[in-house]
């Protein structure tokens, strides 16, 4: 379900554009521009091993372990595939030879082999992991609604309200739509739009890169914003279509965390890619996932807490056929220039002991490899990697067995994801929050994964 942007209390939009202030009233930001919920200010403070941001690196469609992090280069040709495994700076581990910079700098990550679901459906899977909680009522391709659990960044956003005009979550650089199915598990579902983090459609890569709802209408400037404010409130006070005084209130706050938003120059700048050096810019990488995980970087840096990168369009890596060139030349070279670049940027710049990183997908794919040379839908193990706040790095958790199809250790569910999530942003396990029906439901039910912080590997 996709934001709305209809403006809550009937202005239209003639009327706002004679105020001159198309910029700010059609933001496009109501998920983040919306009422802030009040809910347990007091939230215990991120623990010794915190995550001050998050940076999701979302694998959609389903990434195949076999031909990435978890290899079986000893099984038939029919499992193996066609990789060649090569060593890591692990001793002992091995992953695909088209992961060459990630294998040079593993000793800075960790990798869970043992994440397993029993879903192979893409909608309700993807909620699953993107909320740690599964799809409420969930069926075969279920869409995105307000029945579904919220994700990682609006249950922050509503149990630690911000007012600094920093939205607490931002996914990029795509929507995961496709046709009239919406994916679950990208907004606050119960909690209301109110607490969606916002979405960025825009590719970082073009040389026209921007973000409309952090540019001004043309001659407005930020020095004259307080002039227009003020004008602004004086229509404000003439509607005579504001309704009551809690509608009134809300448009007030609506404004004014625009004006802040607008005013903050950590924030906009963050958008200002051109401002980094060419060379860096190369070594991410000049494509949409380079730059889009460069953005991440500049975004967490300018106090966003939660950045989500979809990694290419919806199922993108759902590699039903010729799953050996599309990972070899399109999929894996911009993951592995992307990804190791960030975790080094991270630690260049001291970010990474304040950041966590992860990477992963719905699920993994089948063993076997199908008659259209690709693997298929498989939750029932597959890969995430780990980085930063607190992970022990250079570590491998979590076995498969000789096929690659089963955990044969302790397996780990996304609910033990959402649990090591919010546990290093220092939210009580048993945090409870409100449905719809304001019924008290606790926000998770999972596990911290202790080995990524214990360095106990198995």
Sequence with gaps: MTPSHHHSVGLSRRAVV?????????????????????AAEAIAPARKRGAKSIIIVFLTGGASHHDTFDMKPEAPAEIRGAFQPISTAIPGYSICEHLPHLAAMASKFAVVRSFSHDDTNHLFSTHYVLTGEKQPGGFNDKVASRDDWPS????????????????????????????????????AGFLSSNNDPWQITSNPN????????????????????????????????????LGDVLQYQRLHKDQQLAVSMLTTKRLT??????????????????????????????????????????????QNWDTHSNIFPRLKD???PPVDRGVSTLLDDLAARGMLDETLVIMLGEFGRTP???????????????????????????QVIGRSDKEGGYPVTDPYSPSDLGATVYHLLGIPDDVEIRDRLNRPIRLNQGHVIEPLFTGASA
Excluded: M
């Excluded at 202030?21 to 009040?38: C, F, H, K, V, W």
């Excluded at 209408?217 to 229509?235: F, K, T, Y």
């Design 18 to 38: 004679q105020a001159g202030y198309t910029s700010l009233l059609g933001i496009g930001l109501p998920a983040l521009l919306g009422q802030r919920l009040r």
């Design 368 to 394: 076997t490899i199908n008659s259209n040379h690709g693997r298929d839908h498989w939750g029932s193990c597959f890969f995430g990697l780990f980085a930063g706040a607190g992970v022990q790095p250079g």
């Design 269 to 314: 700048q963050a958008f200002e890619l051109d401002h980094e050096s060419p060379v860096l810019r190369e070594k991410y990488g000049r494509t949409e996932t380079g730059q889009s995980l460069l953005l991440a970087r500049r975004l967490v840096e300018s106090g966003v807490s939660i950045v989500q990168v979809n990694v290419g369009r919806v």
């Design 152 to 187: 990682y960044s609006a249950a922050l956003r509503f149990l630690r309200p911000r007012h600094d005009g920093t939205p607490c979550g931002v996914n990029l650089p795509t929507f995961l739509r496709d046709g009239p199915l919406t994916w679950p598990g990208q907004h």
């Design 206 to 241: 073009t040389a026209d890169f921007r973000v409309e709802a952090l540019t001004l209408s043309p001659g407005i400037d930020v020095p004259h914003l307080g002039r227009r404010q003020a004008l602004l409130e004086e229509i404000n006070r003439q509607q005579t279509r």
């Design 330 to 332: 399109t999929l894996l």
